[in-house]
T-cell receptor, first 114, second 115 residues
């Protein structure tokens, strides 16, 4: 399985600011995903990020609010823009194993917006 | 559309008790099915999976069988331990209609095992 790290692990941010979350993988992967886990709830897919193409966003998520970069096969960033308290969540990246088609998750970034 | 329904929690058991966490799904086509576990303060870990009907996934004493006729993937363990206390998520992934390997999660079931 892939080893995935995320930075920062947690942050407390002011309303109206933006935060960029980094996801680093120890091997090259084609598909990366970004999820949101709101307090006490399940995970919801934000977008799929493939290297060399625009991210594909799920219904209810837009690029202006959650811009994503995928500059190479081992790295991606998710920015949460113009934050409000409703954006307080855990944000997780995941990667798809090319051989087993299993998804492996990073440890998550716990974001609190005040 | 595609969806996953899990039994409500929390589930509270004594050590060595038998565990069942129910999971049913709705999907077009033939999804793969997964159980993920989230231990307190940790990230999501893949526990087991099944990719086709009648497959049984197993890991760490946990088992789940892909039942197409009942669209179910119930998680079972014969004897739980305190260390199994965690939130368990049932999920499906599908590849059709332009979608590739998207995971759809159930709401999660909190398991608390008491000594």
């Amino acid at each position: 399985s892939a080893v995935i790290s995320q930075k920062p692990s947690r942050d407390i941010c002011q309303r109206g600011t933006s935060l960029t979350i980094q996801c680093q993988v120890d091997s090259q992967v084609t598909m990366m995903f970004w999820y949101r886990q709101q307090p006490g709830q399940s995970l919801t897919l934000i977008a799929t990020a493939n290297q060399g193409s625009e991210a594909t966003y799920e219904s209810g998520f837009v690029i202006d609010k959650f811009p994503i970069s995928r500059p190479n096969l081992t790295f991606s960033t998710l920015t949460v823009s113009n934050m409000s308290p409703e954006d307080s969540s855990i944000y997780l990246c995941s990667v798809l194993s090319g051989r087993s088609y299993e998804q492996y998750f990073g440890p998550g970034t716990r974001l609190t917006v005040t | 559309g595609n969806s996953v329904t899990q039994m409500e929690g929390p589930v509270t058991l004594s050590e060595e008790a038998f565990l069942t966490i129910n999971c049913t799904y709705t999907a077009t086509g033939y999804p793969s099915l997964f159980w993920y576990v989230q231990y307190p303060g940790e990230g999501l870990q893949l526990l087991l999976k099944a990719t086709k009907a009648d497959d049984k996934g197993s890991n760490k004493g946990f088992e789940a069988t892909y039942r197409k006729e009942t669209t179910s993937f119930h998680l079972e363990k014969g004897s739980v331990q305190v260390s199994d206390s965690a939130v368990y998520f049932c999920a499906l992934s599908y590849n059709y209609g332009g979608a590739t390997n998207k995971l759809i999660f159930g709401t999660g079931t909190l398991l608390a095992v008491q000594p």
